[in-house]
């Protein structure tokens, strides 16, 4: 088989997964999940093992571990955040209809100016906006409380854990067996490129994981000593978002200063809780990801932010999911494409082969 023809195959077959993957979506979000848990927590068990504990029971430990301080969290948090979401919601839409109140004469008046007399007839818009903004609010602090997809939350809640168990106490075979199909003649690449992607994407699941737990106890606990409210949701949010640099901060500072603004009544209490983002954003940059994420990972954040739009257009929350997997895969073989390039035929054309440029 030539070049060419073994290139379609492969374009073909992973044309074929992707395909897959779409048609099967709504069903592959607990075994993504369970697939996840399973490749964060090998490294725990294999050092369980180290201490001569077997590989079942060194699974069962850490997924009933695991598990087990999520439904703690959740069943301490998950109160106090439903009251704070809908706390916060119904603030950010009362904000919203005093900007529409505030901005409703000079669009009026720019109406008048441009000679388009019904954009006058707005009698009421603000009224039905408002109505509108808060039916959006209840939905979404109803979905918080539990109205979302119950066939979905029962499969994370069931299916998850064992699909988790079962993965990760065969993950070492599942390796040697997936080892065993590669192609014998680029055996040895595949194996050099695999161990980047893991390196690359465990350097960056793990230290990012804890960049964002340690950024949103930091906002929730610093937003409280303040007095802010809603200050528990705002870090909580502020934390997750952080997983995308600089999206966390930005997203927190925004919806902080818009509940600062209403809640105090001194302009310099609501600089300090920008200078609370600022200090985060200034803790995480020049310390926190250095020190746990640092630059072996090589994923730039644009591509990052690309990957989860992509992942999400194509294939909703389960393609976010995969965003960041794909976006470690797609750039350790695209610099590896780069790298067999500068040194071919076709980029040289007969001279020398030049370094590649960084």
């Known amino acids: 088989m030539n070049t060419g023809w073994r290139v379609l195959s492969w374009l073909m077959l992973l044309g074929v997964a992707m395909l897959m993957v779409w048609l099967l979506q709504p069903v592959l979000l607990p075994f993504v999940a369970g697939a996840a848990i399973a490749y964060v927590f090998d490294p725990t068990v294999r050092r369980l093992e180290a201490w001569r504990v077997g590989r079942t029971l060194a699974s069962t430990i850490v997924i009933c571990l695991f598990f087990f301080l999520l439904i703690l969290a959740i069943a301490l948090l998950a109160p106090v955040l ?35 007399p019904q954009v006058k007839e707005m009698s009421g818009a603000t ?11 209840g939905v979404i602090a109803g979905l918080w409380s539990g109205g979302l997809a119950l066939v979905n939350i029962l499969s994370l809640v069931v299916i998850t854990p064992i699909v988790a168990w079962y993965l990760i106490r065969d993950w070492p075979r599942i390796i040697a067996y997936v080892d065993a199909l590669l192609p014998l003649q680029h055996a040895e690449t595949i194996r050099a490129q695999a161990r980047l992607i893991d390196q690359r994407m465990a350097g960056f699941l793990r230290g990012q994981a804890l960049v964002c737990l340690i950024l949103g106890v930091f906002y929730a606990v610093t937003l409280s000593l303040v007095g802010l409210k809603y200050s528990l949701i705002v870090g909580l949010v502020s934390g997750a978002l952080s997983f995308i640099p600089y999206v966390g901060s930005v997203v927190g500072l925004v919806i902080s200063l818009a509940v600062a603004v209403f809640q105090y009544d001194h302009w310099y209490q609501v600089g300090i809780v920008a200078g609370i983002f600022l200090f985060g954003q200034f803790l995480e940059g020049n310390f926190i990801t250095p020190k746990l994420v640092g630059d072996r990972v090589g994923l730039h954040p644009v591509w990052l932010i690309f990957a989860l739009l992509a992942g999400g257009a194509l294939f909703g929350f389960f393609g976010m999911l995969l965003a960041v997997p794909m976006a470690a895969a797609a750039g350790v073989l695209l610099r590896f494409a780069i790298d067999r390039y500068l040194n071919s035929p076709l980029y040289a054309g007969g001279q020398p082969s030049k370094e590649r440029p960084n």
């Not at 009224?127 to 609010?137: F, M, N, T």
């Open 127 to 137: 009224d039905v906006a408002g109505k509108v903004l808060g039916w959006v609010g």
């Open 82 to 116: 439903q009251r704070q979401l809908a706390g916060l919601i119904e603030r950010l839409l009362e904000l919203a209809q005093t900007l529409m109140t505030w901005a409703r004469p000079y669009i009026e008046q720019a109406a008048d100016q441009a000679g388009l």
